[in-house]
């Protein structure tokens, strides 16, 4: 018997800024309870991006994530979103509809129809600045990593190039190997430019690892903090 498809999809806001009401999509679902899922299956999770608020026509999808059976949530670290269209100038907030649409894979590997898809919709600010976002559309030609500024005090920039699109781990350690943050957890990315914040206020001073695995590609590089 194939997998039904996901149910029951709702997308809402995961509020990151309270006071301008920015937040980032967090897609929700009712759990497939086959036996072949429950356990080693995956869920597929697809977003598509429209310029107009247009529920009759389908955008097309790319897929942006992956999560185990058990977990049904997904929150979209890729894209901020505001409630309302505010800016001025170059920096005129500009108005995106998105869709999300999620897929069960059953533990042979054998997937479900796709979920029917839900929507919400906000404005992305061109001026905001970056955290964890494609810096540049132009697609790198290598694979790298580097943190700036390295010694930090608390706060570093972990910046990576993909040349290609892959499932990305990002993880900090401490030098007794111990892991200390778990900043991305194989979420898939395009390829492209990206920053994420690495903040050590919790954490002693010293020298820290910061581990990637984006696809093939693997690394560690060191930085020191210095409080």
């Not at 185990?68 to 929150?75: H, R």
């Not at 796709?114 to 600045?129: E, H, L, M, Q």
């Amino acid at each position: 018997m194939p997998l039904s498809k996901p149910k029951n999809i709702k997308v809402s806001k995961f509020i990151v800024d309270p006071v301008t009401g920015k937040f980032e999509p967090k897609v929700t679902w009712d759990a497939n309870i086959e036996p072949d899922f429950t356990i080693n299956g995956i869920y597929n999770i697809y977003r598509g991006i429209q310029y107009e608020c247009d529920i009759q026509t389908e955008p097309s999808y790319i897929q942006i994530g992956t999560v185990n059976a058990g977990k049904e949530e997904f929150i979209d670290h890729n894209i901020y979103l505001y409630p309302r269209s505010d800016g001025s100038g170059i920096c005129e907030y500009q108005f995106r509809s998105l869709s999300y649409k999620v897929e069960a894979v059953d533990n042979s590997n054998k997937p479900s129809l796709k979920s029917d898809r839900s929507i919400i919709n906000g404005y992305t600010a061109p001026c905001d600045p970056l955290d964890g976002k494609v810096v540049s559309n132009n697609y790198p030609k290598e694979f790298k990593i580097y943190n700036y500024p390295n010694p930090f005090n608390p706060i570093t920039d972990i910046k990576f190039d993909l040349p290609q699109n892959a499932f990305v781990t990002l993880k900090i350690y401490n030098v007794l190997g111990e892991e200390v943050s778990f900043l991305i957890n194989k979420e898939y990315k395009d390829a492209g430019r990206y920053s994420v914040k690495f903040d050590g206020s919790n954490l002693a001073s010293g020298i820290y690892y910061y581990y990637i695995e984006a696809g093939l590609n693997k690394d560690v590089k060191k930085m020191v903090l210095i409080k």
